[in-house]
């Protein structure tokens, strides 16, 4: 078996077709984790969340993944940019929106030390804990309060706060644990988010760094998408991007996740 995780796909169906292909994958035979954001600004999201399912990938969801969901679960409306329509007009919508609420934040090989999510793991956070606040979220996505989940959707747009405190309760909670987790680039030392930056490393603000720059004394792999400025780039083997910015004219990427070989096509 072989294990590819693949970066944000953001509706690019035929690259992400092309790119199994180039692989020559088999679901009966290999593993495909998919980084989140399957949807949106791309021409075919609609295509890709079906064979994404069909696949039966593993996946994390993406700030863009819990946009769609929010269209269709709370009275959000689809913004200017967003190519989701599509979607929402299918046969399948309803079963589409019920596999996707169930995805999960983070996937995690504890026998390889491997951690996913959609933007990565802060330094304040260890494994364990990413592993339980992400567990937070989940329940209130994949559980049957459809109450609860209008009610999380409803709070999940913000900013604030942009520090993380074990004492949050309740969605202001659950929206710190979100944004950690689907939407961080740059941190401060204690963790303080800064969502006014979405270039690369050489943007970084003023007392800020890429998440990823900070020491860690753990073992563990983070494979994350989110930040296609990057162009694939850390600089530490041990922090894995895989957003190579298909959407936006780059390339499409899959990183074998035993070997970290890459392979790519183009936009």
């Given at each position: 078996m072989?294990?590819y995780?693949?970066?944000?796909?953001q509706g690019?169906y035929?690259?992400f077709q092309?790119l199994?292909?180039?692989?020559a994958?088999?679901?009966?035979?290999d593993e495909?984790?998919?980084?989140?954001d399957?949807?949106?600004r791309g021409p075919?999201?609609?295509?890709c969340l079906?064979?994404?399912?069909d696949l039966?990938a593993?996946?994390?969801l993406g700030n863009?993944?819990l946009h769609l969901l929010?269209?269709y679960?709370s009275?959000?409306?689809?913004k200017?940019k967003d190519?989701?329509?599509?979607i929402f007009e299918?046969?399948?919508?309803?079963?589409l929106?019920?596999w996707l609420?169930?995805q999960?934040?983070?996937?995690v090989?504890?026998d390889k030390?491997?951690?996913?999510?959609?933007a990565?793991?802060?330094?304040?956070?260890?494994?364990?804990?990413a592993?339980?606040?992400?567990?937070e979220?989940?329940?209130?996505?994949?559980g049957?309060?459809?109450k609860?989940?209008?009610?999380?959707?409803?709070?999940?747009?913000?900013n604030d706060?942009d520090?993380w405190?074990?004492?949050l309760t309740?969605?202001?909670?659950l929206r710190?644990i979100?944004?950690?987790?689907?939407?961080?680039?740059?941190?401060?030392q204690?963790?303080r988010l800064?969502?006014?930056?979405?270039?690369g490393?050489?943007?970084?603000p003023?007392?800020f760094k890429?998440?990823?720059?900070?020491p860690v004394?753990h073992?563990?792999?983070?494979?994350?998408?989110?930040?296609?400025?990057l162009e694939?780039h850390t600089g530490?083997?041990q922090?894995?991007?895989?957003?190579t910015?298909?959407?936006?004219?780059?390339?499409?990427t899959?990183?074998?996740?035993?070997?970290?070989?890459?392979?790519?096509?183009?936009?």
């Open positions: 072989t294990r995780a693949m970066g944000d796909l690019c035929i690259q092309a199994l292909d180039k692989l994958y088999s679901p009966s035979r495909l984790w998919l980084a989140g399957l949807v949106n075919d999201s609609l295509s079906r064979l994404a399912r039966e593993r996946i994390v863009h993944d929010a269209c679960y009275e959000h409306l689809l200017r190519t989701l329509r599509e299918a046969n399948d919508c309803d079963d929106m019920e609420r169930k999960p934040l983070v996937q090989d504890d030390k491997l951690f996913m999510s959609h990565g793991l802060p330094h304040i956070w260890k494994v364990k804990k592993r339980k606040y992400a567990q979220v989940h329940e209130i996505l994949a049957n309060d459809k609860a989940l209008s009610s999380y959707f409803s709070e999940m747009y913000g706060p520090v405190d074990r004492t309740g969605q202001t909670r710190v979100t944004n950690y987790l689907t939407r961080m680039r740059f941190v401060d204690n963790g800064d969502f006014s930056v979405k270039e490393v050489d943007k970084t003023h007392d890429p998440w990823f720059a900070y004394t073992k563990w792999v983070t494979i994350f998408g989110h930040w296609a400025a694939g530490n083997r922090f894995q991007a895989i957003d910015g298909c959407v936006w004219g780059g390339s499409l899959a990183l074998n996740i035993d070997t970290f070989e890459r392979v790519s096509v183009e936009a």
